[in-house]
Antibody, heavy 119, light 107 residues
């Protein structure tokens, strides 16, 4: 059974760095073709892809947030960490991690974690 | 970036109806198109990948079609549990992009 779960702070202050962890089970991020992606959803808005890290440590980032986003993996502990620097109120929302399958699509999602940005 | 435009933005239909949602890409994305269903307060659920392939456990009343720039999600015989917002997403090129969503309401 494949599961993913996000964890991290629910409240961060403006200009701080938001660090979120995705802990997953049921697959290994060392398997060819797999990846873990981050997607967020701001209040009342649609979904926004942020980043993905692949089995071979290749990483891709959203153009609009490039320079503020960093994603790393800890394969042995089945975790992926997302860092978003210099947060602002517009970064508030629900952050999801999801598995990218070997055929390219997102197939499994975490439950999401809410983040508020406020001083 | 590839822009994804969904239509309609919302619809209301009765149980048993057949509904279709269209997703148009701003450039050729071959068949690298996925559909997701999201209910309020929940994570999205994967329905379709590769434009027309079912994810495991998806009811057969759902179907996807299309290629290149125009895609359709069809729900035959709409059921009460099919309410929610549906999103398309392209994964042909980075950055991955989503449509703005289609809200489906059951009359």
């Amino acid at each position: 059974q494949i599961t993913l779960k996000e964890s991290g702070p629910t409240l961060v202050k403006p200009t701080q760095t938001l660090t979120l962890t995705c802990t997953f089970s049921g697959f290994s991020l060392s398997a060819d073709g797999l990846g873990v992606a981050w997607i967020r959803q701001t209040p009342g808005k649609a979904l926004e892809w942020l980043a993905v890290i692949f089995w071979d440590d290749d990483r891709r980032y959203s153009n609009s947030l490039k320079g503020r986003l960093f994603v790393t993996k800890d394969t042995s502990n089945s975790r992926v960490v997302l860092a978003l620097t210099d947060v602002d109120t517009v970064d508030a929302g629900t952050y999801f991690c999801a598995r990218r399958s070997s055929t390219g699509e997102i197939d499994y999602w975490g439950q999401g974690t809410p983040v508020t940005v406020s001083s | 970036d590839v822009q994804m435009a969904q239509s309609p933005s919302s619809l209301s239909a009765s149980v048993g109806d057949r509904i279709s949602i269209t997703c148009r890409a701003s450039q050729d994305i071959r068949s690298f198109l996925a559909w997701f269903q999201q209910k309020p307060g929940r994570a999205p659920k994967s329905l379709i990948y590769g434009a027309s392939n079912f994810q495991s456990g998806v009811p057969s009343r759902f179907s996807g079609s299309g290629s290149r720039t125009e895609f359709t999600l069809t729900i035959n015989s709409l059921q009460p549990e099919d309410f929610g917002t549906y999103y398309c997403q392209q994964y042909d090129s980075f950055p991955w992009t989503f449509g703005q969503g289609t809200r489906v309401e059951i009359k």
